[in-house]
């Protein structure tokens, strides 16, 4: 039982032994990501400057990056800490916020994936999008559902050789062949700003635990959020009260009840 590759095990895995993750992310959530972090029971830096970012990515277990409040030196320190991350031999996730927006992120979202991310996580209008569908998308937020955005993630993750999760009511998780779908979570989530930019840096850190299987490691991620979310969400009043109960229910989660509560089926 206990060498099965479930989301729990790969919990205890993790907080076992917390890995340091370099989380370079946007103003508004590396807060709230660093919290989510340290709840799960994981260790996060969020390290961008160009100055540094390569020789960080080095020493630590996983990179993560993310576009959703970018600007030309710090795509340059992305740019750095990726090709870092790869020599290194270190798993590396993209998150692709609203890349579609402007010609500025288009340019970059092309560059980062030329430098081959292990893991896109992304919400329904952004992956349509990555694929090059027509998605609903114009800022942050995603405008389409899960469900329309599942051959995108499949085509894209062929495409690139990586795994790709869709987030929204119901997530999608694919490595071009397999899939899997994950319930659970809160209508609460997309209320509280960059829970998904959290995840991403969340992905990070079982992909830091699990090098060799970024599929497994990608559904222990996403399952934690959606079991703890969906506790958070039950006694929530609102999206503030939602969100220390988040925190509390992340650090309270067993890997017992995180195995008992996933909802993961094939897809
Ligand atoms: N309607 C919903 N019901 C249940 N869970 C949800 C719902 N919408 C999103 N979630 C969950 O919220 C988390 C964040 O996913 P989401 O798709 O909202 O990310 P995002 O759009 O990238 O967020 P952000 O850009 O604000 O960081 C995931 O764990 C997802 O499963
Ligand atoms: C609101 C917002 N703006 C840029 S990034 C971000 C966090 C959610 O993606
Ligand atoms: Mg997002």
């Avoid at 340019?107 to 292990?118: F, G, M, N, Q, V």
Wanted: hydrophobic content about 45%; charged content about 15%.
């Amino acid at each position: 039982m206990q060498d099965q590759i479930t989301p729990g095990n790969l919990l205890r895995t993790m907080r076992a032994n917390p890995p340091l993750v370099q989380c370079i992310t946007n103003f508004v959530a590396m807060n709230i990501a660093a919290n989510v972090m340290l709840a799960a029971g994981a260790s996060p830096a969020m390290v961008h400057a160009e100055e540094e970012a390569d020789e960080f990515a080095a020493i630590s277990g996983a990179l993560t990056i993310n576009i959703g409040t970018l600007s030309a030196d710090w795509l340059a320190g992305m740019l750095k800490a990726a090709q870092s991350a790869n020599n290194a031999g270190k798993p590396w996730v993209l998150d692709p916020v609203a890349h579609y927006a402007t010609a500025f992120r288009r340019d970059a979202i092309t560059r980062l994936l030329e430098l081959k991310p292990a893991i896109i996580r992304g919400n329904a209008s952004e992956i349509i999008a990555l694929a090059g569908g027509t998605s609903r998308g114009q800022g942050v937020d995603s405008r389409d559902a899960v469900e329309q955005a599942e051959d995108s993630a499949r085509q894209l993750a062929q495409k690139h050789g990586c795994i790709v999760a869709v987030t929204g009511a119901t997530d999608f998780v694919t490595d071009g062949q397999k899939a899997k779908r994950i319930a659970g979570g809160s209508p609460l989530m997309p209320q509280v700003t960059a829970l998904g930019c959290s995840l991403t840096c969340l992905v990070g850190a079982f992909a830091a635990a699990a090098p060799d299987d970024p599929f497994d490691a990608t559904i222990a991620a996403l399952t934690v959020f959606a079991v703890a979310g969906q506790q958070a969400g039950a006694d929530a009043e609102g999206p503030g009260s939602f969100s220390w109960r988040f925190l509390d229910a992340l650090t309270g989660l067993t890997p017992e009840t995180l195995d008992r509560d996933a909802r993961i089926s094939a897809a």
